[in-house]
């Protein structure tokens, strides 16, 4: 069992930055890939970004690519979203995801993740 627990959330104006963190317990968190998904108010859950096992393949949204960057710290049992130029768009709340052991990458797809946290909300005003 994995537990995960988002932070780092919070109010930036258009342009500014925020970094989230995703803190796992129970497993070490190199035995797992990761993914980062956000969900706006009346959308469904999308994906942001993912990062394999060992760190060597990060994928990205489209709307997100050349302004998020993903990356994992498996000594901390930590991974990151560091966000800049946020939009307005980027409004939502942002969960950290874990696959199973047994998956060596990401996936663009939210059933493909076991273990979820709890969630952290982005504010990006105007």
């Known amino acids: 069992q994995v537990q995960v627990v988002e932070s780092g959330g919070g109010w930036v104006q258009t342009g500014g930055s925020l970094r989230l963190s995703c803190a796992a317990s129970?497993?070490?968190?190199?035995?797992?890939?990761m993914g980062w998904f956000r969900q706006a108010p009346g959308k469904e859950r999308e994906f942001v970004a993912y990062?394999?096992?060992?760190?060597?393949?990060?994928k990205y949204a489209d709307s997100v690519k050349g302004r998020f960057t993903m990356s994992r710290d498996n000594a901390k049992n930590t991974a990151y979203l560091e966000m800049n130029s946020l939009k307005p768009e980027d409004t939502a709340v942002y969960y950290c995801?874990?696959?199973?052991?047994?998956?060596?990458?990401?996936?663009?797809?939210?059933?493909?993740?076991?273990?979820w946290g709890q969630g952290t909300q982005v504010t990006v005003s105007s």
């Open positions: 995801a874990v696959r199973g052991a047994s998956a060596l990458t990401g996936s663009l797809y939210s059933q493909d993740y076991n273990y």
């Open positions: 990062v394999s096992k060992l760190g060597g393949v990060v």
């Open positions: 129970g497993r070490a968190l190199s035995n797992y890939a």
